[in-house]
């Protein structure tokens, strides 16, 4: 290995040089893996470890699915489920998180060695692979190709040893093989480096390379059958080739090729390899494994991670020779090393620092917020409504883990456990709502949770004859079944909302002006949640007509529905600037805010009387109601109540000293002092 350290410098500086290189790395790489939690699979591979601790034996069929319970479930990862349990257990999400970090960082380690034994500078080594972890950094999550991660850094390493003529680490692939390949399905990428590097290393001009070439062959063809020394033995091959018909399988974002500037760290790595690649001595047995691995990136990026893993070690000895080629000798002396070092540590450091500055954490290892919709399967969970409930995929990854056994679910993101008969329907986006119901009766379902709703064509799917909307917010829709047993829920909760769906534009809501035959709402109940909607949609003048028709039955609305449709009606008014209304919608209400927004719209009419009253009894309850406290002040200035129109203006400003409206407050109260 070439010395591009100590030259001119001490062991001791260059042992530091290289401490604080590999330190700085590490310490970035960690930055891009202590985050929240954002990987919903975390939670059908928590669920299969904690099956298989608790059986003692690796399920053979779909368990978790009531669509296709009896289903062949090919699993190639249950040796890192049960290590993800058992970091579970220890310290929950948290500990996942850990975990992950600790695989991500022993990769990075082991390939700043390599690229280190191949001669590249510190320095060198430490922007490339840092260069690596940020393209590979999408898939820094806790999933089973983490193990992949460290098999392929010890695999690189194995073979910069063996070339040294120690090819004992290389040997040791079998017996670590067995577990990698029941840890990953991406193990087949082992034999396939390996056949790389001993096609490349044969066409490599120095002839002695040929036994290299000859002991990869060799272990490359040992390993294959490791493939098969799974408990789904030749279903894993199935499994290896979905990597390639997944986007006609099922479309998934994963599967999609390359695309700038999308995927722009890829092309910078892309960039690094090809210059690698140009400049004179490459060495083919290093570069193929790269080039392979890259194509392969570029038409899946799900494997853009593992091809930034092997070009990191080959853009640092390009980096190095380049600096070596400027400087017409190796670099010398620590200040690049420092100064690389310093620059990881700053990207890493000052934005956490400044996240503590604003009161955050300075690690967030929980979950995501938004990873789930938490909020609707509350509402499900509390409503009873998981019996046959259709799911979509990846929170029903969620779902296997908050509810199993009790609660098998419609599917999970176990592409494989289900058939290609039943992906075809469900990677459609243009189906008739007939062909949708006909697909669901096949199951029983008779209930939904619908993620995504402004993009997912399903929301569109359910005829409001036969579904009623009962719950939705930004995250989810919940839909039940016209069926006696969900009358009483329906009645209370159902949303006079449908919905449309057109590819490139999303989902429309769309309201709902006649009840359905089937709906047991009332129609004054109706009118009234449809009021709502038009309010929302921005529909004014069908909002107030919705209120008015059902304020017109007395005895429909309980005292809060009621209170809640006048609000709603008073609201629409002041918002229309129709202040006659607002006063009649608000009369005989006691909520403050409505009494207050009644003496905002008496004043509008000249009626400082009546509003200095309403708004009197609204601060009384609320004195914190900055709008109100000036409405009175000015309602007191009109009653040539002084005095107390001074206070008032004095309270507003104390309540809001930069509102709008400060200015013409402190105008009022010199005015008022000095008249």
Known sequence: MRNTVTGGTSPRSARATEIAALSALLLFVAGRCLVPMDETDLFFNLRLGEIILARHAVPRTNLLSFTFPDARDIN?????????????????????????????????????????????HPAAAAVALALAAWAAEPRFVERPHLVTFVGLGYLLLALERAEAGRPRALTALLPLGLIWANANSCFFLAPAVLAL?????????????????????????????????TPSGAGALTYIANHWRMPWLRPLQEYRAASWPLDGPFFFVVAGVVLAVALPNRRLRR??????????????????????????????????????????????????????????????????????????????????PGLVPEAAIHFVDDNGLRGRMYNDLEVGSYLTWRGWPDHPVFQDPRINGYPEAFHAILRRDDLSRDE?????????????????????????????????????????????????????????????????????????????????????????????????????????????????????SSDCLDATSRAAAAIARGDLA??????????????????????????????????????????????????????????????????????????????????????????RARAEIERLTNR
């Open 287 to 368: 570069a193929l494994p790269v080039l392979a691995l890259g194509l392969l990136g570029a038409r899946r990026i799900r494997f853009v991670a593992e091809f930034a893993l092997l070009a990191g070690p080959l853009i640092a000895v390009a980096l190095t020779d380049l600096g070596a080629r400027a400087a017409r000798r190796a670099p010398r002396g620590p200040y690049a090393t420092v100064a690389i070092a310093a620059a990881l540590a700053g990207l890493t450091l000052v934005p956490r620092t400044a996240a503590l500055r604003r009161g955050e954490r300075f690690a967030d290892l929980g979950l995501e």
């Open 574 to 663: 002041l918002e229309t600037g129709n202040a006659a209304d607002a006063v009649e919608a608000y009369a005989g209400l006691s909520d403050p805010r409505a009494r207050a927004n009644r003496g905002l719209a008496l004043m509008a009419l000249g009626r400082a009387r009546e509003a200095e009253i309403d708004l009197g009894a609204a601060l009384a309850v609320d004195p914190a109601q900055p709008e109100a406290r000036l409405a009175q002040a000015f309602a007191f200035e009109a009653l040539r109540r002084d005095p107390e129109a001074v206070a008032a203006f004095r309270a507003f400003l104390t309540l809001a000293p930069r509102h709008a409206s400060a200015a």
């Open 197 to 229: 590097y001993a096609t490349g290393a044969s066409l490599d001009r120095r002839l002695h390379r040929r036994v290299e070439a000859r002991r990869a062959a060799l272990l490359a063809l040992a390993l294959c059958p490791l493939i098969f020394a």
């Open 76 to 120: 190639l990862a249950w040796v890192f489920q049960i290590v993800l349990a058992l970091a579970y257990r220890a310290g929950g999400i948290a500990a996942t998180v850990l975990l992950k970090t600790t695989f991500v960082l022993a990769t990075f380690a082991l390939l700043y060695r390599v690229a280190r034994r191949r001669g590249a």
């Open 436 to 552: 949708w119901q006909s697909f669901l009766d096949r199951f029983g379902v008779t209930t939904a949770l619908v993620s995504y709703p402004d993009l997912n064509p399903r929301a569109a799917l359910f005829a409001p004859e036969r579904w009623a909307l009962v719950y939705r917010d930004g995250d989810a829709l919940v839909f039940a079944s016209r069926r006696p047993e969900f009358d009483g829920l329906i009645a209370r909760a159902e949303l006079p909302l449908t919905f449309g769906y057109a590819r490139g534009l999303g989902v429309t809501a769309r309201p709902l002006a006649n009840r359905p035959a089937r709906s047991p709402v009332r129609d004054c109940v109706w009118q009234k949640r449809l009021g709502d909607v038009f309010f929302e949609t921005g529909d004014d003048t069908a909002a107030r007509e919705a209120y008015a028709s059902a304020a017109k």
